[in-house]
């Protein structure tokens, strides 16, 4: 037991810590070091990770609960009279006083448990632990963290060996690199690319700290400031000037049982796949989405727009998009796929309209909300997940939708809220990111003249310009171009597009995914890969080069190159340079990692579309599964669509045996 003045005092040095923080983000903003949104490339990665006040709330407070414990920590760590719990659920006596000066009192939930429809934040899904899958709440842990030790939240920045761990920055420039040049996936079509991301935004969005009054904060020109783990670009770097940096800020904190522990991080967006990014999370962005029974749209059924949203527009007319997830903007490709499901939506509701002419808005609209919501899981369970995952995995797993009945695979003990780990891993999707955008006729083919493309992919990110040629119909062919192309390959290649020219402004300054990926995953205490084998029942990783048996040998070269010993890897980088498992297209620990995640994401869904209660569909009587696709047919007509300047090649790098 923490003796009770000792909390005191760590608790009032923690407030006036914070108190000075705030001082000095207002001062820094003053003094122009930080900047309100002005379309640089550090503004629109900040814009791509949040927009709500309500996180940097929950923030402070967890950097205070932090705060407080890492006093503990550093006054009574060293006569082993405290230690710190791997899980923030820490002994109640901390936690009240906790709750009297810091933190807010727990919210009550008032669920109807005969509701057939679900809420819009998530809340109530799980009537017994409603904040499980909730939008705001603290994403959870397979793992405990893995921060610098002695440190309640610091990054991990030194190996098992005690030297340094590499910068991202080289291990993205060793490993990720593009050295063959861009090589595709003839089976699958870039639905996989398009499906996956648009996927995540409705699982997924981790917030960052903002700055006072919601500014960009600085990270390269202070040192030490608690909100930053900014990438120092390595001399002679090939695409980066030497002393440039990449600017990049901490995910905001989050501390659920407000009590002394490691620092976590937060998930703005309902964990289900619930459409939320097409209908929101909060009661308020629906709101602002809403027309009675109808979602709204602008001229051309395209999403209505939102001046607010921070992209860049060139041309007179042109607007950001609005929709239930901020990213949308994010490349024009991702803004069709909000625009497809957002018309599915009004479509429904003119098919129901038609045959039940009683119904009012609220019914219309909530019907069409579940079956458009039932439509994208079936898609993702199967189609999306079939184009790289093999039976076993989808077995295993159970991931398979019925072929006939209702499900009974609820597990009302399975959490949803999405957890940190698969937050980095699923980033594996960023190996199918191409390096050009198109749009294609209605006979599915490159069409020709001006403003006709193919485009550079960079000059799209947060740029909607696509999305209004050809009369606004720019959608529809953005999407007869991911029907029509291959996906680049699932390896550890990030195209350059991503890797050196991320949201890249008009001076040139961008970021590398890759890195940030790193960057992340020790940002937010995500343990190296190893841990991640043993977790998943694999063999464990050495001291030894010869431990990684999943990699092929050039993998292996590749990261023994940069890393000091094998156990250091971070899980990025470990699971995509793993060799795909048998009639798969990714390797054994991204198969566990993804596997169970999805499973979680269907058993403790209680609005899973194949149910019968408590929204009730139909029982499936007979359901034809999605057909197998003629390859030797698919892979002549691609090439005869003019797909010259991809180097169609199936043996694909290093990740086949
Ligand atoms: C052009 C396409 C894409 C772009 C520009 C993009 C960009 C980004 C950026 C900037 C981040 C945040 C990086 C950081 O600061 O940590 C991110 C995170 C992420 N991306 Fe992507 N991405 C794309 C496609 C995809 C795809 C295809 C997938 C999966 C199939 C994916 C999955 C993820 C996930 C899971 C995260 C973490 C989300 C979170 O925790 O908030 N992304 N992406
Ligand atoms: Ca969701």
Known sequence: QIPTDNIASAIISASRNQ????????????????????????????RF??????????????????????HLLDRLLHCGCYKLPNSNSGSRDVSMLMIRGVCPLPTTYNCDPLSPYRTIDGSCNNLNNPEWGKSNVAQRRVIGPAYEPGTVGGPRVTGITGKPLPNPRTISNVVHINRNGFTTNLNITLHTFQMGQFLDHDVIRTPTETGADGATISCCQTLDRPECIPIRVPPGDPHFPDGTCMSVVRSAAANPGCTPGFR??????TSYIDGSNVYGSTVDELNSLRNGEYMKTSLGNNLPSNLDTGCILNHPGEFCHHAGDTRVNTVPSLTSYHTLFLNEHNRIVNALKAVNP?????KLFQEARKINIAQIQHIVYNGYLKSFLNKDVMATYNLASQRTGYSTSYDKTRDATISNDFGIAYRMGHTWIPSYIDLYSDLFTRQTGPEMGPFDLVQTYNNPHLIFLNGRTGSQGLQKWLTSDPCPSTDRVIEDSARNRLFEDSTGASFDLAALNINRGRDHGVPPYGEYRINCGLSPLTSSWDSLVDQNPTSAKLLSQVYDDPRDIDLFTGVLTEKWVNGSQVGPTLSCILGREFQKLKEGDAYWYERPAPQGFTSVISCTTVPSIDFTQWKSTTQTRGVDDLKINDNILDNID
Request: zero cysteines; glycine letters at 4%.
């Open 19 to 46: 108190a000075a923080k705030r001082d000095r983000n207002r001062q820094l903003l003053q003094d122009g070091t930080d900047r309100h949104f002005s379309g640089r490339s550090e503004d629109l990665l900040q």
């Open 49 to 70: 990770h949040s927009r709500r006040s309500k996180s940097q709330e929950i923030s402070n407070i967890a950097n205070h609960v932090f705060d407080t414990t890492q």
């Open 264 to 269: 976590q991080q937060q998930n703005e967006i």
């Open 358 to 362: 009683s119904w009012n808005a609220e």
